[in-house]
């Protein structure tokens, strides 16, 4: 099993750029696919994006494609969410996640202890 630490979070502002690192330690990152979700105040959980064990294939969520690129490293035992054109819309606790790709989803077997990102307008 793995442990995940996120960083990177912050306060920014609209248009603005941030970049997400997800540190796992234990052992087998490369055996794991691995996500990103987030959750507003109010509001459930929801996807973000997803990355296969090899970095062959990744997953948007709608409202970030084409902001948000998830990346990972094995080498370095961590998975990425860079995330450009931020909207405060984006503003929320966002969870690194290790578990198993299914039909473009996650099914999670590992959450992080998140990190707030907050986009001001």
């Known amino acids: 099993q793995v442990q995940l630490v996120e960083s990177g979070g912050g306060l920014v502002q609209t248009g603005g750029s941030l970049r997400l690192s997800c540190a796992a330690s234990g052992r087998f990152f490369s055996n794991y696919d691995m996500g990103w979700f987030r959750q507003a105040p109010g509001k459930e959980r929801e996807f973000v994006a997803a990355i296969s064990w090899s970095g062959g294939s990744t997953y948007n969520e709608g409202s970030v494609k084409g902001r948000f690129t998830i990346s990972r490293d094995n080498a370095k035992n961590t998975a990425y969410l860079q995330m450009n054109s931020l909207k405060p819309e984006d503003t929320a606790v966002y969870y690194c996640?290790?578990?198993?790709?299914?039909?473009?989803?996650?099914?999670?077997?590992?959450w992080g202890q998140g990190t707030q990102v907050t986009v001001s307008s």
């Open positions: 996640a290790a578990g198993l790709l299914r039909n473009s989803a996650i099914i999670v077997q590992q």
